[in-house]
């Protein structure tokens, strides 16, 4: 394992590496020797590391700490975000998932545009049948951000989802 300090996930051909510590210059230690680790085990294993894709979220940043510049691949600069999209999902430093839950939202919104303009060619199986093939699986697959995000957010997206009932109900 070449991470050491720190957790590493991997999915295919994404991965990601999370680090922690109290103190933001150990951090940036530890989180620099592990990127060194991750390039050397790229070059030494024939892979491809693109470190231009690289980037670094902080996620519990209490003292503000500038962490731009510290972090680096190589002679490559990691950019500093505040959201990155991980195999499908919007994350933010704040782990509120609000990009997340928009992104769904219009998505469930044109979908509803599409079940709106085609309930005057189909009957109801086949609009249920096209609900289930394009809302269900985002309801499905974020289920997991969707239970945890804030009461306002929930209640934009049921509002949405309310809508796509009246359209089906016709």
Do not use: W
Not at 11 to 37: C, G, M, R, T, W
């Amino acid at each position: 394992n070449f991470i050491t300090n720190g957790e590493n996930f991997q999915f295919a051909d994404d991965s990601a590496s999370k680090f922690a510590h109290k103190n933001p210059y150990n951090l940036i230690q530890i989180v620099n020797e592990n990127l060194e680790n991750i390039r050397k085990y790229c070059y030494n294993n024939h892979l491809f590391l693109n470190e231009s894709k690289c980037k670094v979220m902080i996620l519990n940043n209490k003292g503000n700490f500038d962490f731009n510049g510290a972090f680096k691949i190589g002679s490559e600069t990691l950019e500093i975000v505040t959201e990155y999209k991980y195999l499908g999902f919007l994350i933010d430093d704040k782990l509120m998932f609000k990009s997340q839950v928009n992104l769904i939202n219009n998505k469930i919104l044109a979908c509803n545009s599409i079940l709106n303009r085609t309930s005057y060619f189909f009957n109801k199986q086949t609009m249920i049948l096209i609900y289930k093939s394009l809302i269900v699986p985002y309801i499905i697959y974020y289920k997991s951000v969707l239970l945890k995000v804030s009461k306002s957010l929930k209640n934009k997206l049921q509002n949405t989802l309310y809508h796509t009932e009246a359209i089906l109900n016709n």
